[in-house]
Nanobody, 123 residues
Framework: QVQLVESGGGSVQAGGSLRLSCAAT????????MGWYRQAPGKQRELVAT???????NYADSVKGRFTISRDNAKNTGYLQMNSLKPEDTAVYLC?????????????????WGQGTQVTVSS
């Protein structure tokens, strides 16, 4: 069964750093693209960063220069390095990936979501 398993959340003080990981487990051929989203209480889910299959990255204005998205294709894992954290970064962070999944003699692409990991930044 294909899953995205997140880790790395926690509590830090403002100015601190955290690194989130998102591992694709199960039988997959390749991660086509990956993104990180976040949702704070009472707010809509927002896109934080994305990385394409070719390695192109895109960031929300609020995290540019502080967050870095990356991927390790050999490990089928994506990362979100978060530096200079601010209290307004507090949210549940969710990983989303479009995966190529083998199916008999063929394969298909499908979107998956991780379970979410809490990031809390105190002032």
């Amino acid at each position: 069964q294909v899953q995205l398993v997140e880790s790395g959340g926690g509590s830090v003080q403002a100015g601190g750093s955290l690194r989130l990981s998102c591992a694709a487990t199960g039988s997959i051929a390749v991660i086509n693209s990956m993104g990180w989203y976040r949702q704070a209480p009472g707010k809509q889910r927002e896109l934080v960063a994305t990385i394409s299959g070719a390695g192109r990255t895109n960031y929300a204005d609020s995290v540019k220069g502080r967050f870095t998205i990356s991927r390790d294709n050999a490990k089928n894992t994506g990362y979100l390095q978060m530096n200079s954290l601010k209290p307004e970064d507090t949210a549940v962070y969710l990983c989303n990936a479009n995966l190529n999944v083998p199916y008999y003699t063929s394969s298909y692409n499908s979107d998956y979501w991780g379970q979410g990991t809490q990031v809390t930044v105190s002032s």
